[in-house]
């Protein structure tokens, strides 16, 4: 599958962005999805995933202003971020997994290239 993300930009600390990854070339409803970050200097690190059924799973560092949803008709996942701090800053990937995802990069077999977020104070 692949996947392409984008939303991203500049934006004042105190916004909102939503961002969405188009997949394509798998059945996407079969995979489970994933949002990770990966701040300048930093590792890349979990933010939030959905399952087939849509359940969702959120970092604590994001939850409350951080929800992830699944177009299955679409073949698109979102991310929308409210209140943006500027700690959000980071490029921002979505991955597919056909087996469990959660919230480990290594499980998830297939990336996006990323889109940028830029967090004004």
């Known amino acids: 599958v692949q996947l392409q993300a984008c939303g991203g930009g500049l934006v004042q600390a105190g916004g909102s962005l939503r961002l969405s990854c188009a997949a394509s070339?798998?059945?996407?409803?079969?995979?489970?999805m994933g949002w990770f970050r990966q701040a300048p200097g930093k590792e890349r690190e979990f933010v939030a995933y959905?399952?087939?059924?849509?359940?969702?799973y959120y970092a604590d560092s994001v939850k409350g202003r951080f929800t992830m949803s699944r177009d299955n008709a679409k073949n698109t996942v979102y991310l929308r971020i409210d209140t943006l701090k500027p700690e959000d800053t980071a490029v921002y990937y979505c991955?597919?997994?056909?087996?469990?995802?959660?919230?480990?990069?290594?499980?998830?077999?297939?990336w996006g290239q990323g889109t940028l977020v830029t967090v004004s104070s």
């Open positions: 070339g798998g059945t996407f409803s079969s995979y489970v």
């Open positions: 991955a597919a997994d056909q087996n469990f995802g959660g919230t480990v990069p290594g499980r998830y077999a297939y």
């Open positions: 959905i399952r087939r059924s849509g359940a969702t």
